[in-house]
């Protein structure tokens, strides 16, 4: 429990570091948690997101080519993150930008970076670009996207 709440606590203050007062006018704004596992060279993640234009279950892979940063330090990496459920919407962001390793008091991967919309069942979201978060601690994750 106290990881959630630490998680929360950090989540509450980087989204409204980074998204201010703009967010409530995005065409995309989506949120969510779950879990995560991470390896060598990625971080896998997955749960259930809500928010606009869609909502639902969420997968992704942050990618590090050149592996994990350690604590401290921070990597250039790629994240794929699809979100929908079955038979409703779906979009998929890809994202350029890095990942960091800090400690809270866990170990924590951040990966901020730019996304667009590499994939979506309705046309108009093909174009929505916008601002993409991934953290994993300690097997939880959440992500976040606003545009």
Do not use: K
Not at 27 to 41: C, E, M
Not at 58 to 77: D, F, H, L, Q
Not at 106 to 132: A, H, K, N, P
């Amino acid at each position: 429990m106290r990881t959630l709440t630490t998680l929360a606590a950090v989540t509450a203050a980087t989204t409204l570091a980074i998204a201010g007062p703009a967010a409530a006018s995005s065409r995309l704004s989506l949120a969510g948690t779950g879990a995560s596992t991470v390896d060598a060279t990625s971080v896998v993640v997955s749960g259930e997101v809500s928010g606009t234009p869609v909502s639902g279950a969420y997968a992704g892979t942050v990618t590090v080519p050149g592996g994990v940063p350690a604590v401290g330090e921070c990597a250039p990496a790629s994240a794929d993150l699809r979100v929908g459920d079955a038979g409703g919407p779906t979009i998929t962001l890809h994202s350029d930008g890095e990942v960091c390793s800090t400690i809270v008091p866990w170990v924590l991967q951040d990966f901020r970076g730019r996304f667009e919309v590499t994939d979506s069942s309705r046309r108009g979201w093909r174009s929505i670009r916008g601002f993409l978060e991934v953290r994993a601690l300690n097997g939880l994750s959440d992500v976040y996207a606003t545009s």
